[in-house]
């Protein structure tokens, strides 16, 4: 069974695993969730001493791999791209250390917004820590170069980050599996001083992290991922690709008349001897990559003849959204194809839904009847099923930054003389971060509200377990210092909603913190129990 039918996801997870991982940790986002979840099934099924578990949050789940790479096994981290804003502080210190166990980050980047707030690139957060990044293209790539990442990892002694895009991650394609390595154990790292970011310590670190730089690029300038293919009797333009961009470039030859010279890129540092290569063999350079303009800003510095170039930056590249083949025809010269008609029928707009008996509903509704007499008043919200409350009919929020903000920005706003103000999170949400915006709160007694929207689940992302379990979190909260008094749960079904929109009513309208936890299982769970 060395053919395998695989989500990309699948696909790193399975190089991960042929590449004798030990451990897997991350918190679910669309759309790198299901690399743990095949994980977690592979372990059921196949090998128990595999261990993949979801945590509270990325930072956690960064920090629990590092400590599996001290102790010298191989670890993978696992998250979507605005997910390594969080680890961030624990990803960016940990390129100083000795990596000794393989240490790969999984970073699933989502250009396009399909479920997401940003299309930030992860490939400036490996250039920013100084690490090696790959970027496949295809299923077999996200496999082969998984392994790859694990064996650079404990040569260099860096962590190496992984990057998909929601494109690769979600589709299906065949890949092979090579011979599955076993799982290693370096024993526990020798040299203390290379894992301590004690500022001394740090310095020297830094200090041969920069030295090491010229392994990166030659290791890089080696890497059959980068493959430069010169087309010496056309030399009108070349063209650099990146990740997907390789392949929608790809679909197009055959409609050009020259095929031109072409270097793809899916290892960085970027190989600069190829693309001087490239670019003394042609007049100008056009640059197709998925994400940022990353490569086609870096090109200037790296050439110094002056050749134009053009991408993102100029507009001949679409600059924001996923690429398509199509849109990337003009850019080669082509003309667009003409658009496929389905049907001459005008489709009625469908927006997003909350699912038809879904508690977050009933929790809005209590809280609109609420706020309704109101002169003034703000509500918050986070990421989570419940953002879809922005929408008519229920149009219950008012914002939306970040995991955890709904809580911090509730006190901000109160604070700032703001009066009736509420936020509003879900479970898995506030055990992620909004829990530290709650002690904040309390050390203030601010005055607001926070309503915990509890379904018991993290439902967006398709129902992985929070990892603590829901009459916990009354304990927690009254942990972070909230009064007894002022800690009330609510059970939201349409039958209540009179008693509790007198509870919210009554909590707003108290000077100091607290918190409503609005409990009712997400109904796809009571679905699944059944
Ligand atoms: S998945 Fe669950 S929590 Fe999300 S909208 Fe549907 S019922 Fe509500």
């Known amino acids: 069974m060395n053919d395998l039918l695989v989500l990309g996801d699948e696909a790193l997870a399975l190089g991960a695993i042929d590449a004798g991982l030990s451990v897997a940790y991350g918190y679910p986002g669309t759309p790198s969730t299901e690399i743990i979840e095949y994980l977690q099934k592979y372990s059921q099924e196949h090998d128990p001493d595999l261990i993949a578990r979801w945590c509270a949050n990325e930072k956690t789940s960064y920090e629990g791999a590092v400590g599996v790479s001290y102790a010298g096994k191989r670890a993978l981290v696992t998250m979507k791209h605005v997910g390594l804003n969080v680890a961030a502080d624990a990803f960016v210190n940990s390129a100083l250390l000795e990596i000794n166990g393989g240490l ?30 790959l970027e496949p293209k295809n299923h077999q790539e996200a496999y082969d170069m998984t392994r790859e990442a694990f064996a650079i990892s404990e040569k260099f002694k860096i962590p190496v980050l992984v990057k998909l895009v929601t494109r690769l991650s979600h589709s299906r394609a065949v890949i092979k599996r090579a011979e599955p390595l076993k799982k290693t154990d370096n024993g526990k790292a020798s040299d203390r001083l290379g894992w301590m970011a004690l500022p001394s310590l740090s310095r020297k670190n830094w200090q041969s992290l920069l030295e090491q730089q010229k392994y990166f690029k030659e290791y890089s300038e080696k890497s059959s991922f980068n493959s430069l293919i010169l087309h010496k009797d056309f030399r009108e333009y070349g063209v650099i690709t990146t990740g997907l961009g390789g392949n929608y470039f790809r679909e197009n030859i055959s409609d050009l008349d020259y095929v031109p010279s072409q270097l793809h890129i899916g290892v960085y540092p970027v190989p600069e001897e190829k693309i001087k290569k490239l670019a003394s063999a042609v007049k100008k350079i056009i640059v197709i990559e998925e994400g940022y303009p990353f490569v086609e800003r870096m090109i200037t510095s790296i050439l110094s ?136 709160a309390a050390s203030t007694n601010t005055d607001m509200t926070l309503i915990i929207m509890d379904n018991s689940t993290t439902a967006m992302t398709g129902m992985q377990d929070t990892i603590v379990s829901s009459p916990r979190i009354k304990e927690i909260v009254l942990a972070c210092g909230v009064s007894p008094d002022h800690l009330k749960e609510i059970k939201v079904l349409p039958k209540n909603d009179k008693e509790n929109t007198e509870i919210i009513k009554q909590e707003i309208s108290y000077h100091g913190l607290s918190v409503i936890i609005a409990l009712r299982e997400c109904i796809h769970i009571i679905g699944k129990k059944k």
């Not at 809580?407 to 898995?428: C, Q």
């Open 305 to 440: 003849i002056s050749l134009p170039v053009h991408g993102k930056l100029d507009g001949t590249v679409p600059p924001s959204g996923e690429l398509t083949p199509d849109n990337v025809r003009p850019a080669l010269g082509l003309a667009k194809r003409a658009s496929q008609k389905f049907s001459d029928e005008t489709l009625p707009g469908r927006p997003p839904q909350l699912c038809q008996g879904c508690p977050h509903t009933d929790t809005f509704t209590a809280l609109n009847n609420a706020v309704a007499h109101l002169s003034e008043h703000i509500v918050t919200s986070d990421i989570g099923c419940y953002a879809l409350g922005a929408l008519p009919p229920l149009s219950a929020i008012e914002t939306l930054l970040c995991m955890g903000a709904s809580v911090g920005m509730a006190r901000g706003a109160s604070e700032a003389g703001r009066k009736n103000v509420v936020a509003t999170i879900g479970d898995s949400t506030f055990l992620h971060s909004g829990i530290t915006g709650l002690i904040d």
């Open 104 to 133: 790969v980050a999984a970073v699933c980047d989502d250009p396009g917004m399909h479920s997401s707030q940003n299309e930030q690139d992860s490939r400036f957060y490996a250039d920013f820590a100084g690490i090696i990044c």
